[in-house]
């Protein structure tokens, strides 16, 4: 908010000396309006309002009395004036404590303007009119007026100018992006998108869903990469995105220190989640729960959603059903108990949701992203928690933690130590089967810990832990395998699909191109986009390196 | 996350010292010599002034020739030398802009001014950039300007035929001092007031002093001897607990005042140096008329010109000035107050520059001799070379004074940085040093919270035990003695109570020292670290310093396994850190080893939080003896007063009367909020009484809007409302006496052996005794670590009977569960 505009110019005989003020009386006493008290005093700023010579044409602001002064004082010569010199500027005032960072570009403008003005035809300088009155005053007033309104204007001061001024927001600088990072709208890009929009921004925005990351997008897009990182970098510095991570299920996630004071407390955002995620939800707030998903939502490609009447299914997606056949669960409580009043109240509920349905209330909610943990990929997750589980979007469930700022994914890090690897390390724990969800069944047997109790355990969590343990077998083979690679490096894409590493003898990445990534500072997803390969590839591949590599989840 | 606060950055771009007496305003110092040019200091840890540390690279050339001046006419010097040759530089820069934007905003019309959305556009130019339009604008007449790209001169060239030397020192900024001792010496309405003037991106924040009607620096009221105390704290000031309103009268105390306000226990020997005080009154009496003198100071005024980015503008000015301009001049104007030492100190910089000038002295040699003679300028120099590094500045006035200063560094988060924000990592994340709901359940702690540690935390060196005893030897003072006493006995793994006990040291000295220690960088307060609680690589860590670090481990723990193996095996699910310990000889090791990492934010304790969950079964229960209650209420009602209500409606107050003592009456066998709520300030209202069904169903606890179906989660037990309340009895009243279940002893969950014989009675004890002591912390906001260290109770214990209560470490466990004793949904965080 301006509280005060005022235009100030040297007089040679009175000195520094305001002409106009809006509101009237507020810079210096004025008889018209008696009862305006003064913001402040006019001779403890004026060297300022009208600096030296050497001053003018600088942004100056001095802060008195509360107020924040902005102003751009400008001195013009010219043998016309007394002097031969003119000297004004026009002050902006505002509080002392308000973001003054969009008013700078404000007074600069405004100066710029009344310069050119007055070069013109002596705007300024032939402006005799009384004060509070003239065009000169009624420029600064409408110029308050609107920007306090409106937060721009648009002044037509003659058939040549106007004065066009818009208030804009100044956002911090978004970091770089990366290419493993997922982008997903926080605004639906169709509503603004036209044809005149940067080539590599409309090509890429189609495919900004979530789920793709940005190294996809510029793959599936057909653009160059780094264009692509500009434009996600321009959506994000306006907001108009998040950022995710790629979700799989051998990632890992954990709660964060948001979590009491966001899922856990607030039912609205318990709610909002059973929305997105398109469980059933019963809600303690409204009787009439569960939710009902507002039609005519496709995508899952802005957030907010509007909801989404059919479940998509992205592609990891693959836990998602939309089966009813679940197995029954105890209905809460026994109608029959209640009190006619109750009873009817719990009889909506009951009338909206299909009997045979787990209901997932607000608390239950909270109960899974709690038992998300360090340690314990979403698979693991899962199969502890199928049943719960069996009518939520897993993507969108780990999705709208992170999004929300109370999950955080667990990274995976890998360090070369330089070391040999270690020897086989017995009583570890075993690999798993993966991707065959349908074998597994109730808790995982996995139990605390890895199984070790030692540091010198080389196993870092449940997944990658068997690395090292089975380096040693692969060792004798080591040095053709690498040259082989060296020579198909080039040949291969990278899109390997062996998921025996036992069976295969070919090494598509040299242990060289892979230890530049085993310093700790590129975590897996990176890894994995930049060399194109699968984490599960990854994993086995890092097993066979020559060499310790220890895992670090961050 | 926006609003996450950073850690301090000081934006600083140099210290100006402005003295005024009756002949004006002097320009008497500023440091360093080129500010914005030859800050080496700050030029490598800021990437965002690329654009400065270019001009800065290019500024040795002293031609910055672009700009070939056609203006002959211009009013500088030729010799301003490289000071200016930067501003040249920049100009270069600065200018293509400029004549850009004045090109477009001349025709106005079609050009909304706009912040442009580049990321770097929010720090347009330096004052330097924009100084060329100045010039443009300013000292040259506007016809020149509209000619066009001309107008680009630099304005070294003669400064007027008033000099043929310039030196360099006369031009600061780009602008010739002069210009700078006008503009800052404001007007005395600034007195003692925060000055603070921006021009471009700069910002010139001061705390001007002013001399007092009579001469004098100070109000004469004040004893003496109270000034004197403070003189001697040399760094020990604890600026931080600092109470003293902004510019009240007494600053000439308000050096150490916080010393003051810090230290009312037990601290002995304040004051160290009695015998000289006397001596120093009468100096002070005797030299401030300032007789010899023919001209004296009337304000002097420290500018610090700050260059903070634009969206940290408010945040960076507050800083400095709270910590560090306005304790600085305070100490700068008890001296002058006391010993003339400001003016004294101006007139020998003057008198040397002057001499300077004659010798046409090169900058580098004047600033030699300057920092050399003059204990102001020394000062000055020290202040700035530390704050612009971020590090503490121990700054010495006289050999009665010194002070330290410091802006203090953001020690932790709780907060992740997610992608899109600015990350620090390393920092230590954690929640630990919050202020919680519960955080003091007791209350008997001091009121202001953050400037008293906690007693349950403890200590963590953030150096090792002998270098910090070494330096705090070094610095002497008053405290080093009991500092050195108490540095010897803390433990990280010992409470501050537990350490008064122990070493008979008495708790507030004992929080009153570390907390010393903490504000001056040397120690940190954690949770004490324990082999039962959880440590998991922090999320934040910093593994680009994973090489440097491992190498450092390497030399603390060298038998022991490497930095990526400790954080490789703390990854994954998380254990006690008891388990990693191979043996009970390890121990102590181990927890060196811990702290080694908390120190650096390797790791970070994960912590356990809980609420209680009220399950449907329950809610239905105390719905169920609500209506019993309204029921009877309503029959014992109907028999006293007849019906009334029923027949008159709506219109009966009297019947409200009633009805609120039959309510007090109902429910004068439940629980004493809820009688309170029944008869206060939830009376029905009169419509309620149309309800056909007689009963008042929305009365008291009954509310419509919480569903029976669902669970509940209670957010803050021990603020419950009067149903909240009335659930947790229910729940704890199903909590069985005693527990059937016997405990499966040779398969103990936890390797700890020290505790073990306290498991059975845990086991046995019903949770119905036990329940008071824990419930207010179950709200999800005090980590459940810090019940048996608050609650002295043993750990072991503790666990079981929150496992019990269904708290979920990841542990399996032997405690056979009753899942009507699984009341608690825990989440585990930092």
Same mark, same amino acid.
């Given at each position: 908010m301006i509280k005060a505009i005022f235009y100030s110019k040297f007089d040679t005989q009175e000195g520094p000396k305001v002409v106009h003020q809006v509101p009237d009386g507020a810079i210096v006493p004025s008889s018209t309006a008696p009862s305006q008290p003064l913001f402040l005093t006019f001779s403890d700023i004026s060297f300022f309002v009208i600096p030296r010579q050497e001053l003018c044409g600088n942004l100056i602001q001095v802060c008195t009395n509360g107020f924040r002064i902005l102003g751009y004082p400008i001195c013009m010569k010219s043998p016309r004036y007394d002097r031969n010199e003119f000297i004004f500027n026009f002050c902006l005032v505002l509080a002392e404590d308000e973001d003054f960072s969009s008013y700078k570009s404000v007074a600069q403008k405004l100066a710029d303007l009344m310069h050119g003005l007055e070069e013109q035809n002596g705007f300024l300088s032939k402006d005799y009119s009384k004060s509070g009155e003239g065009k000169v005053y009624s420029l600064c007033e409408t110029l308050m007026e609107d920007l306090n309104n409106y937060c721009e204007c648009m002044i037509p001061i003659d058939e040549l100018n106007t004065l066009n001024i818009k208030l804009f927001p100044v956002y911090p600088t978004p970091p770089p992006v990366r290419a493993w990072q997922v982008p997903l709208f926080t605004v639906r890009y169709q509503a603004f998108l036209d044809e005149n929009w940067d080539l590599t921004m409309q090509r890429i925005v189609p495919h900004i869903?979530?789920?793709?990351s940005i190294r996809i997008i510029s793959l599936l897009a057909d653009t160059d990469f780094s264009l692509t990182c500009r434009a996600i970098r321009h959506l994000l510095y306006y907001g108009c995105l998040f950022l995710l991570d790629i979700f799989s299920f051998s990632a890992i996630y954990a709660p964060t220190a948001l979590f009491s004071s966001t899922i856990a407390a607030d039912e609205a955002m318990q709610q909002e989640c059973a929305r997105y995620v398109k469980t059933l939800f019963v809600s303690s707030m409204t009787p009439t729960a569960p939710s009902t998903f507002p039609p005519g939502y496709e995508k899952d490609d802005v957030w907010p959603p509007a909801g989404d009447p059919t479940p998509s299914l992205g592609a990891d997606s693959i836990l998602t059903t939309t089966s009813d056949n679940l197995s029954p669960t105890a209905s809460p409580a026994n109608p029959s108990t209640l009190k006619a009043s109750v009873a009817s109240t719990a009889n909506t509920v009951l009338q909206h949701s299909p009997p045979n349905q787990e209901l997932v209330d607000g608390v239950g909610i909270v109960e899974l992203y709690a038992?998300?943990?360090?340690?314990?990929?979403v698979k693991q997750w899962y199969l502890q928690h199928s049943r719960q589980l069996a009518h939520i979007d897993i993507r969108r469930f780990i999705t709208f933690g992170i999004i929300k700022g109370f999950l955080y994914r667990v990274h995976k890090y890998a360090i070369a130590t330089g070391n040999p690897a270690p020897q086989f390390k017995s009583g570890a724990t075993t690999p798993r089967s993966h991707y065959q969800l349908s074998t597994h069944s109730g808790p995982s047997s996995r139990g605390p810990g890895t199984g070790t109790n030692s540091p010198y355990a080389s196993s870092a969590g449940d997944d990658p832990a068997p690395i090292a343990q089975h380096h040693h077998h692969h060792h004798h083979q080591h040095h053709h395998r690498s040259e082989d690679a060296r020579d198909r490096a080039s040949v291969h894409s990278g899109s390997r699909s062996g998921l025996n590493d036992e069976d295969d003898d070919e090494e598509p990445i040299d242990d060289r191109e892979l230890s530049k990534y085993l310093d700790g500072m590129h975590c897996f997803d990176q890894i994995c986009t930049e060399l194109e390969i699968s984490e599960r590839e990854l994993t086995s591949r890092l097993k066979r390196y020559q060499g310790e590599v220890l895992i670090i989840h961050r | 996350m926006s609003s996450i606060a950073r850690p301090p950055d000081p934006c600083l771009v140099a210290i100006v010292l402005i003295a005024r007496s009756r002949a004006g305003p002097r320009f008497v110092f500023h440091y360093p010599p080129r500010p914005l040019t030859d800050n080496a200091l700050r030029a490598p840890a800021k990437a965002r002034r690329s654009s400065r540390s270019k001009s800065r690279q290019s500024s040795?050339? *002293?031609?910055?020739?672009?700009?070939?001046?056609? !203006? =002959? =006419? =211009?009013?500088?010097?030729?010799?301003? =030398?490289q000071g200016q040759s930067n501003t040249q530089s920049t100009h270069v820069a600065g200018n293509g802009n400029l004549s850009a934007r004045r090109s477009s905003n001349f025709a106005i019309d079609d050009h909304p001014i706009s912040v442009s959305p580049g990321p770097d556009s929010q720090r347009p130019g330096s004052i330097s950039s924009s100084r060329a339009y100045l010039r443009k604008r300013g000292a040259n007449s506007d016809a020149e300007n509209d000619s066009g790209g001309g107008s680009d001169r630099q304005e070294e060239g003669p400064r007027g035929a008033d000099g043929p030397y310039r030196p360099p020192w006369e031009s600061v900024l780009g602008l010739p001092v002069d210009v700078w001792e006008k503009l800052l010496s404001?007007?005395?309405?600034?007195h003692k007031r925060r000055f603070e003037v921006g021009i471009n991106d700069l910002a010139f924040v001061g705390w001007p002093v002013f001399v007092r009607g009579?001469?004098?620096? @100070? @109000? &004469?009221?004040? @004893? @003496?001897k109270k000034r004197k105390q403070r003189a001697e704290w040399e760094g020990a000031e604890?600026? !931080? *607990?600092?109470?003293?309103?902004?510019? &009240?009268?007494d600053d000439g105390e308000a050096i150490a005042a916080s010393t003051e306000t810090l230290s009312p226990h037990t601290i002995p020997a304040k004051v160290q140096r009695p015998s000289v005080s006397s001596n120093r009154s009468s100096k002070a009496g005797g030299e401030s008329p300032n007789t010899d003198d023919k001209d004296s100071m009337t304000m002097f005024n420290v500018v610090f010109v700050l260059d903070p980015p634009l969206l940290e503008y408010p945040t960076r000015i507050r800083e400095i000035y709270d910590n560090i301009i306005k304790k600085f001049i305070k100490a700068l104007k008890y001296e002058q107050a006391r010993t003339d030492y400001v003016w004294k100190e101006s007139q020998q910089i003057l008198h040397l520059k002057e001499k300077a000038k004659e010798k046409r002295t090169s900058l580098n040699n004047l600033y030699t001799e300057l920092i050399n003679q003059s204990s102001l300028a020394r000062a000055i120099l020290m202040l700035f070379t530390s704050i612009s590094a971020s590090k503490i500045a121990s700054v010495t006035l006289s050999p009665d004074v010194s002070i330290s200063l410091q802006i203090p560094p953001l020690t932790s988060t709780p907060y992740l940085f997610g992608p899109t924000d600015q990350v620090y990592p390393g920092l230590w994340l954690t929640t630990a040093d919050s202020i919680s709901p519960a955080d003091d359940p007791t209350a008997d702690e001091n009121a202001a919270p953050h400037q008293v540690l906690a007693k349950h935390f403890a200590l963590l060196l953030l150096d090792n035990e002998a270098a910090i005893i070494k330096d705090v030897e070094a610095a002497g003072g008053a405290l080093a003695a009991p500092l050195v006493h108490y540095i010897r006995c803390s433990r990280p793994t010992k409470s501050f109570v537990q350490i008064s006990q122990s070493s008979g040291i008495p708790l507030p000295t004992i929080q009153f020292l570390a907390s010393h220690l903490v504000y001056w960088r040397r120690a940190r307060a954690v949770p004490p670290l324990h082999q039962r609680d959880t440590y998991i690589v922090s999320p934040n860590c910093d593994l680009s310093k994973l090489e440097v670090a491992t190498a450092a481990f390497q030399l603390a723990f060298p038998t022991l396994p490497s930095l990526p193996k400790m954080l490789s095996a703390l990854s994954g699910t998380p254990r006690p850190y008891g388990s990693f310990i191979p043996s009970k000889d390890h121990k102590a090791t181990y927890f060196s080893i811990l702290a080694w990492l908390l120190r650096g934010g390797w790791v970070t304790q994960l912590r356990s939080f809980a609420r209680v969950k009220v399950p449907p079964e329950v809610k239905m229960a105390v719905e169920m003896a609500i209506r019993r209650e309204e029921v009877d209420k309503y029959l014992s009602k109907g028999r006293s007063s007849s019906f009334n209500s029923k027949k008159e409606g709506s219109s009966s107050e009297d019947g409200f009367d009633s009805d609120d003592l039959a309510d007090a009456d109902a429910s004068s066998s439940s629980s004493s909020s809820l009688a309170s709520h029944g008869s206060g300030d939830e009376t029905p209202m009169p419509n309620r009484f149309k309800s056909d069904t007689g009963l008042d169903l929305t009365h008291s606890l009954l509310d419509q809007s919480a569903s029976l179906k669902t669970s509940a989660l209670i957010q803050q037990p021990h603020k419950a409302s009067p149903l909240e309340s009335r659930w947790l009895a229910e729940l704890v009243a199903r909590f069985p006496e005693y527990t059937p279940h016997t405990v499966n002893n040779g398969d103990q969950a936890s390797p700890d052996t020290t505790e073990g014989d306290i498991g059975p009675s845990a086991l046995m004890t019903s949770l119905k005794d036990v329940w008071p002591t824990y419930v207010k912390y179950f709200n999800g906001y005090d980590a459940l670590e810090k019940v048996p260290v608050r609650e002295g109770l043993k750990r072991k214990l503790v666990w079981q009977i929150l496992t019990r209560l269904g708290l979920i470490t990841g542990q399996q466990s032997s405690i056979e569960l009753d899942p009507k004793e699984q009341v608690l949904v825990s989440f585990r965080h930092w």
């Open positions: 869903n979530g789920v793709n038992s998300l943990k360090q340690g314990q990929s | 040795k050339s *002293n031609d910055s020739t672009s700009s070939e001046d056609s !203006h =002959s =006419s =211009s009013d500088e010097d030729e010799d301003e =030398s404001p007007s005395p309405s600034w009579d001469g004098g620096w @100070k @109000k &004469q009221r004040r @004893k @003496k604890l600026g !931080h *607990n600092e109470t003293t309103e902004d510019s &009240q009268d």
